[in-house]
């Protein structure tokens, strides 16, 4: 109405110029319109449009490393003025843990080649062999409403979609975009997350959904009187072909069986620290390229 | 009138450009569901400055953007920032000669309505915002817009961009 007013008080003469370049205008709506549908339909049903999002990626790169350079600036000079005194003392720290660390690994490498050793024996096809990749949080906040963040890896470093991304403590995500220098990594904490695991205890199988919520995931149709209690560590079960097995994922938080349903109320605590990770481990599973130096090819000589 | 024809394609490129940067600045958890909606506020402006050259294709590529920066599904921003842009030109005249505040309140209603068409895809895809703080950009975006008004008026008059 207030429109129409407003056409009359200005003149005849401009008005047919005006209805033109406003049924235009709605012309170009309702292209766009279809063409975001399209989009949107071809973007969920599957990953057709993965070259579109990684070329548009690149072209916002650079917005993205604006955004992330005070950050990175500032954790450069935090580390170019530290003093003396916090270096060595860092240093001497960092000495003892990797001496401890250095002695796990020599346990762990013998166990590893028994390991290797032993699935030869039993003809197993699982791999235990992974090349991993650090990679650093680019500081950007993505889309509020879900659990995902941005890092400083893609396809050029050989980044693929579904790649299981871990941290120090335990699994972190899984990669569902890549660009050319970045990818968007879906945290297991998202809402539309869910991962196999098993209780380490028992091998009990179970899948353990986000909730939105970083420091709770939830673990489904788990019966009433199934073995679990508080405390229990989860570990990935590999059968979802995504992650390898073996990885602590979270620990169990809360166990409330509930006669009047069919299943118990069961809520972890992931071990990975969602929130305040700064830097995530890649990993390639079954990478037969990678790891220890291939003990089995030389016991076959 | 010195020189007919657009002049000035820098300085939009260059607003939205920031805004892209304001939208995806790493806010502390509690703030980040207030976020205004930066990128829908400047797209609003040029809409009621420069109806003719700034209207729904940018307000679809703006978006566009936006799905690639936040990792939503692609073509969820572009259909409603170019449904945004579609009101904003349709309403520009009566918004040019409200106060302010009014055109606040105005903002406030054509940012809930961009909000409602991504709060209805992101229903359709199952995944609900399931929190009343996802329509708490519309008032902070309404807060913050005399703001973003005079400084991209400034803008433009410096850049006398037409």
């Known amino acids: 109405m207030g429109r129409q007013v407003a056409g009359r008080v200005r003149g005849r003469a401009t008005i047919k110029s005006l209805f033109t370049y406003s049924q235009a205008t709605a012309l170009r709506l309702l292209l766009l319109v279809l063409l975001s549908m399209a989009l949107m339909t071809l973007d969920h049903r599957g990953n057709y449009l993965e070259r579109v999002r990684a070329l548009v990626a690149t072209l916002v790169y650079p917005v993205q490393a604006l955004v992330h350079l005070p950050v990175s600036a500032g954790s450069w000079l935090g580390e170019n003025l530290a003093s003396r005194e916090t270096l060595l003392e860092e240093n001497t720290r960092l000495r003892s843990q990797n001496a401890i660390l250095k002695g796990q690994l020599q346990k762990l490498i013998s166990l590893e080649l028994e390991n290797m050793r032993l699935r030869k024996l039993l003809d197993s096809s699982q791999q235990v062999g992974e090349r991993v990749l650090v990679a650093e949080l680019v500081a950007v906040d993505l889309d509020p409403f879900t659990r995902q963040v941005l890092i400083n890896k893609g396809s050029l470093n050989d980044v693929y979609r579904g790649q299981p991304v871990l941290d120090a403590e335990g699994v972190f995500g899984q990669v569902v975009h890549v660009a050319p220098l970045t990818s968007v990594v879906l945290l297991i904490s998202d809402p539309s997350h869910a991962l196999p695991v098993q209780v380490a205890r028992n091998g009990l199988r179970a899948i353990a959904e986000g909730t939105g919520d970083d420091t709770r995931l939830a673990l489904r149709h788990i019966p009433n009187n199934a073995d679990i209690r508080v405390g229990d560590l989860l570990t990935t079960s590999g059968l979802g072909g995504v992650f390898p097995t073996g990885y602590p994922v979270a620990e169990v938080a809360e166990v409330r069986p509930d006669n009047t349903q069919p299943y118990a109320t069961v809520v972890a605590t992931p071990l990975a620290h969602l929130d305040r990770a700064r830097e995530v481990l890649l990993v390639w599973p079954d990478d037969p390229a990678a790891g220890l130096p291939d003990p089995i090819a030389e016991d076959d000589r | ?162």
Not at chain 2, 137 to 148: D, E, H, Q, Y
């Open chain 2, 1 to 162: 009138m010195r020189k007919k024809g657009p002049r000035g394609g820098k300085t939009i490129l260059f607003t939205f450009i920031v805004a892209l940067a304001l939208a995806t600045v790493p806010l502390p958890d509690w703030a980040r569901p207030f976020r205004p909606e930066w990128v829908a506020l400047v797209l609003a402006y040029w809409c009621i400055a420069l109806p003719t050259r700034v209207n729904v294709g940018m307000g679809w590529l703006a978006g566009l953007t936006v799905d690639v920066l936040e990792g939503t599904l692609l073509g969820q921003h572009a259909l409603a920032y170019a449904v945004f842009a579609y009101a904003c030109v349709r309403v520009h005249r009566q918004l040019r000669v409200y106060p302010l505040w009014q055109q606040g309140l105005a903002m406030c209603v054509l940012v809930a309505l961009e909000l409602l068409l991504v709060f209805w895809i992101d229903g359709i895809i199952g995944r609900p915002p399931g929190t009343f703080l996802f329509w708490a950009p519309a008032l902070t975006s309404a807060l913050i817009w005399p703001w973003v008004f005079i400084v991209l008026r400034d803008l433009r008059r410096r850049f006398s961009v037409s």
